[in-house]
């Protein structure tokens, strides 16, 4: 960013399918901006950057936070760590840590908050967005998603609406996925879609054995 002059940047992995102009949805945001979800158990300590807005400035600083981490607050880290070896939970320290800890000492919007009716998918695999239980799942175990209005929507069950999805997120082996989302005939019968999910996630297991 900085050999090409880039004061601002949108950053997505390549798992996320944009579904929006993002110059259109971020039009408003000034600061930095992670996916840090409000919902979060003792030391999940996640803030995940499948897609993240960087401000040069606070990306820098990011850095340097990082850095220092490392070299001189290593046992912020270990006190994550241990607790996992603990209690033999799966996970333990990596970039969403510290992702995570950086967030919550600077001003670092959250992407997973329902903003001017539209909002960042974290996982289209899970209930929780930014709260437990967030948003209404399909039969397939996926979010339950609408094409209305000229968008792909997710039913919100703490607003009780339809909210407009800028990206969804297929994480893990809903990578396979994608195409279905980005098929517009898929997109817009959500019954026959979720049926070849099944067989889709089915086909899966059966390989697996």
């Known amino acids: ?25 971020l039009t408003n945001t000034n600061k930095s901006a992670l996916c840090t979800p409000e919902a979060q158990n003792k030391y ?33 880290l270990e006190e994550k760590w241990n607790y996992h070896q603990d209690q033999s939970l799966p996970g333990g320290v990596c970039d969403m840590t510290l992702f995570y800890l950086f967030a919550q000492e600077h001003k670092i919007e959250n992407l997973l ?48 609406e339809w909210i407009r999805l800028n990206v969804i997120h297929f994480s893990g082996t809903a990578k396979r996925l994608i195409w279905l989302f980005e098929s517009s005939f898929f997109s817009k019968s959500p019954n026959l879609r979720n049926a070849v999910v099944l067989l889709l996630k089915l086909g899966y297991k059966v390989m697996q054995k």
């Open 113 to 160: 908050a329902v903003k001017d009716g539209s909002v960042f998918d974290d996982n289209v695999s899970t209930s929780t967005n930014n709260s437990e239980n967030e948003y209404k799942m399909d039969y397939s175990r996926i979010k339950s998603i609408r094409y209305q209005n000229g968008g792909l929507h997710a039913y919100n069950n703490i607003r009780e």
């Open 44 to 76: 999940d300590w996640c803030s995940s950057g499948h897609c993240a807005y960087w401000v040069l400035e606070d990306l820098i600083q990011f850095c340097d936070f990082a850095i220092d981490v490392y070299r001189n607050k290593i046992s912020r």
């Open 1 to 25: 960013m900085i050999s090409q002059k880039i004061e601002r940047a949108f950053v997505c992995e390549n798992d996320v399918l944009l579904l929006r102009n993002i110059n259109d949805v």
